[in-house]
């Protein structure tokens, strides 16, 4: 038996000899590194009896290896490799063996010089000192001139897709430093848009950005267990389960690019087949990601490569149709798809010798791999940025009428308010409850649709329409405050007000098909002038038009222009009546204001209109023309009037220091020239008050002296005889007679502004104004307009000898500082 095993050695020896002789790999310092797989012999020893002798022994009677890579029939066992090693060189070169991609628990370096081993080593290092982490299963040794060393090694648990490198020791060195910042890099680049994700998905809570979170977290996490560098922070024992749990992880990837693709696309620019596919495809990777948790790695990577191509098939499809249905986000999800594939044909394409290779093959793939994720995040930006503008664009339009909202109507009559007037209109759809109640809410919505374009339609008709804007869509001419109430303004003070409303009232009633039935609707109608309300918040205006549009349903009328004495909300009323006295008694909400006058022959400043103001603690600015009809209705109008007119002489007494002959003017009401002491009290102020009498000018509207001619043409006699001035004020909207106005004794005539609007643009404003002031230069009266927004105005007001104006072209109502420092510089402001 001895000699039988001497004689075994021999022939195993010999074979040793041959086997040197046979499959050598020249090392070439010139080359920093070889690919040595296709040079290698191997064989099998499943049962791990074979020593290193006898393993050299026998695989020189086996095949090489045919690939770059190696891939077995019976991974998962032990298997030994070896090869010849011979330098080219004239110096002696650290050499190092790399085994790329490595999931082996334990592996044992050998080398052989001259059949002698001159050095082992051994993975993971039994030396404690070093632990279980930061270790490579790499090899160093020395090779010297002319000399052949033979390379052997056992890998326990060969796994599939080991690619053994030599290297030259300073090359390994320098592709590492490339290495592994690359990586880190990429693996920093995949968490970032993972937490990126993740905190999109909470914010948002749209499930989109959290299947984007766990495919880029499942992809970051296979592919750094795929890596080399995961043997740097796991223990040696751990390869095997880092290769399931990586095959599980692509599995979980494949799984969340589908439902990433699910929810990314919208459900009605999938087709429906797609769609089935899809959740079918979804369902097999869900199987396929659960038994990879107990199947071998082989198995793992035929579901791996079944479900890529089923997936990646479907997603595409389902990207083309939403593509093709409008879905302009989905071309950066198809483009995405683009540098994975090209990697994948390449990285095929070099392992079968079609193609160039190079060494840093696997960063094609990682570089394809971060295009994609940023590609996808350009997708989800650009999906994100889409549903902003649609938020945006539903915060100012409604979803079904598609007309501007209440936000959009309120802000744009906000602007307009600013720089000109307008008369607004709201109108109340009727039957809109009724056809919801009795047909349904889809009913009533399409209705409302209908009458939304018919009225969309023909407001482009309409010159004078003022635009609702918003910066999302195209401007709308009609306007909704809710559903069943919408929003007309037109530029000015609206003339044939019937003729619109009556068009208005017909588009409406016009019938409307639906499902065999003809729907008729109706309308009433709101009006409000803006000019009237100068002082009053667009929201007030708009609860006032709500007012007069629901008086005008509740009295079946077709249209209702609304006055403040319509204004039948009692509650705000009589909490302001007692607040008012309040204000009058501590007098610091109440302030005044001073709109200039100027002479408009050459500009000079003649006076001022003094303003009253409230500027109430809690309600902020009231308008006065809500708060002086509480006064005349509390029987305060008197205290009020003769508050301001103390506060105006005041005011006057200031401005005269530097501007002697300046005119105040105060408005008064017509209940002051009906109580009996109102001139009494008068005289009383005007003799306590150092500046001239016939510097003080009070105004009175033409339709208060209307209300009681008598009494208010005692009070004027009197009035007149102190020396103070008056004023027809708003001259041309009431209704008095010449032969009455040539008896009055007042000093002025002020024409109302609704005819100096517009004055150099319509004739019929001209005309109007022109008679006035003829009127009043016969009369000897002096004339005052109001209401000069722009230069032609002004010029052609000063052409037809108009004496004075004011307005906001001239200048706004002003604090007494800012009227000082106006004065100072009003010519260069006109």
Known sequence: MTNTLKASWLLLFICLSSFTQANTIQFDISQPSQAIGEQLGFIYDPDQYLTPTEALALIAEQNNNSQEFLNFVEAGKTIWFSANIQLRNSQAQLAFIELQNNKSPQIDFYLYKENQLIKSQQYPSQDKRQGHFYQKPNFEFELHPNETVTLLYRVKYATNGLRPVLWDKASYNTSLMLRIPLI?????????????????????????????????????????????????????????????????????????????????????????????????????????????????????????????????????????????????????????????VVAGIYTQLSLWHLVPNFDNRALLIDIAILLEAILLTLALSDKLKRAELEATYYSSFDPVTQLPNHNSVIASLAKYQEHTSFTLLLIDIQRIRLIQHTLGLNAGNQVLTILARRLNDWSQTQSQLLNFDSPHANKRKVG?????????????????????????????????????????????????????????????????????????????????????????????????????????????????????????????????????????????????????????????????????????????????????????????????????????????????????????????????????????????????????????????????????????????????????????????????????????????????????????????????????????????????PDYLNWLANHLARI
């Not at 593509?323 to 198809?334: F, L, N, P």
């Not at 109430?485 to 588009?507: C, E, F, P, S």
């Not at 209702?560 to 006295?581: C, Q, T, V």
């Not at 000079?604 to 009231?622: C, M, N, S, T, Y």
């Open 480 to 816: 909704q405050l809710e559903r069943g109430y919408m929003v007309l303004a037109y530029q000015g003070n609206l003339k044939n007000l019937d003729t619109i409303i009556g068009d208005i009232r017909l588009l409406i009633q016009q019938p409307i098909d639906y499902q065999s039935l003809h729907l008729e609707c109706d309308s009433h109608i709101g009006v409000l002038f803006s000019d009237y309300y100068q002082d009053c918040h667009i929201e007030n205006l708009i609860q006032n038009v709500s007012i007069a549009a629901n008086i005008a349903t509740s009295k079946q009328l077709p249209y209702i222009l609304y006055s403040d004495e319509k204004n039948l909300f009692s509650e705000r009323r009589l909490a302001l009546m007692g607040e008012l006295k309040k204000a009058l008694h501590n007098q610091t909400e109440l302030h005044l204001v001073l709109q200039p006058q100027i002479r408009l022959s050459d500009k000079q400043v003649h006076g001022a209109e003094a303003l009253l103001r409230w500027r109430h603690k809690e309600h902020g600015l009231i308008a006065p023309s809500e708060f002086i009809p509480l006064a005349e209705e509390a029987g305060i109008i008197t205290d009020i009037s003769l508050w301001v007119i103390e506060e105006a002489l005041q005011l006057n007494h200031l401005i005269c220091n530097t501007n002697p002959d300046h005119v105040i003017s105060v408005n008064i009401s017509a209940q002051d020239l009906e109580q009996p002491n109102f001139v009494a009290k008068l005289t009383q102020l005007v003799n306590n008050s150092p500046v001239a009498n016939h510097q003080l000018l009070l105004e009175v509207t033409e339709s208060a002296m209307m209300n009681n001619p008598g009494d208010a043409h005692l009070a004027l006699a009197q009035i007149n005889q102190l020396g103070v001035k008056t004023s027809i004020d708003d001259f041309g909207t009431g209704y008095s007679s010449l032969s009455y106005l040539s008896l009055l004794p007042v000093n002025e005539l002020k024409i109302d502004k609704r005819f100096v609007l517009d004055i150099s643009a319509k004739t019929q404003n001209y005309t109007i104004t022109e008679t006035i002031l003829n009127l009043s230069q016969n009369l000897g009266l002096q004339s005052v307009a109001e209401g000069i927004e722009d230069a032609d105005a002004l010029y052609t007001l000063r052409d037809l000898g108009c004496d004075y104006g004011q307005g906001y072209y001239i200048s706004k109502p002003l604090s007494l």
């Open 184 to 340: 880190t890099t990429f693996l920093g680049i995949l968490a970032g848009l993972a937490i990126y994700n993740l905190i999109l998905f909470f914010s948002l809570k749209q499930n989109v950005f959290f299947c984007y979170f766990a495919y880029v977290s499942a992809t970051l996490g296979w592919r750094f267990l795929f890596s080399d560098h995961s043997s740097a922070f796991l223990p040696a024992n751990l390869n095997l389960w880092t290769l399931q749990a990586a095959s599980t992880l692509v599995m979980i990837a494949i799984l969340s690019a589908a439902l990433f693709c699910y929810y990314f696309f919208e459900k009605n620019n999938i087709e429906p087949k797609a769609q089935m596919t899809l959740k079918g495809a979804m369902l097999l990777t869900t199987l396929c990601a659960f038994t990879s948790l107990f199947t071998t790695a082989q198995f793992d990577l035929v579901m791996i490569g079944l479900t890529t191509v089923i997936v990646a098939a479907t997603c595409l499809w389902v990207a083309i149709t939403a593509w093709y249905k409008g879905q302009s986000t989905a071309k950066y999800y198809i483009i995405s798809w683009f540098p994975l």
